[in-house]
């Protein structure tokens, strides 16, 4: 039977999880707006396609990708090479080599008189800044006061290990 090689086109399942077992992104199952690990209110009612956000679009079915190119984290591509179709595998992968350690650096207080006045921030909200470059960045609000607005810039998943369970459905 055939083994995966990088460049080949592969078809895999695969489950992310958390150390405490919370599913944040999976091919399996179809992830609903409320669904633990599913993305937020405010996602779903934009119809989400980003996969950053743990939702995957709402979308699930097996992923099709060339091996090498990393679509995914390296490590599940390492993991990948040299599986046969039906193999299952599961792969551990440190915070670090993730979505990064959670960086207290990260967290930034901006005076409201600097956010447009339109803009009503909310603890717990998400949103997209950007500067004068219109270079942006994802953000949650933190806090709020009258006087400013505490966002924190970490990925929803710094900190975290994660656990993907892979299964190779098919080499193309």
């Known amino acids: 039977m055939a083994q995966a090689e990088k460049g080949n086109t592969v078809t895999i399942n695969f489950t992310g999880k958390l150390e405490d077992g919370t599913i944040f992104d999976s091919t399996l199952e179809d992830m609903e707006c409320g669904d633990e690990g599913c993305c937020d209110d405010d996602c779903c009612e934009d119809g ?4 950053e956000c743990g939702c995957g679009g709402h979308e699930s ?4 990708f060339v091996l090498g190119e990393e679509i995914l984290f390296p ?3 390492a993991a990948i090479v040299g599986m046969t179709p039906g193999e299952k595998k599961t792969v551990q992968i440190a915070a670090a080599d ?3 350690e959670y960086d207290k650096e990260k967290i930034f207080t901006v005076p ?3 956010l447009p006045e339109d803009l009503i921030p909310e603890v717990g909200d998400e949103l997209s800044l950007s500067n004068e470059d219109d270079e942006e960045l994802e953000v949650v609000v933190l806090e709020t006061t009258a006087e400013q607005v505490t966002f924190d810039a970490n990925h929803p998943l710094a900190g975290e290990d994660v656990t993907f369970e892979i299964e190779l459905v098919s080499i193309q």
């Open 48 to 51: 989400c396609d980003d996969d």
């Open 61 to 64: 079915g097996p992923m099709t």
């Open 75 to 77: 490590q599940i591509d």
């Open 98 to 100: 993730a979505f990064g």
């Open 112 to 114: 409201r008189s600097d």
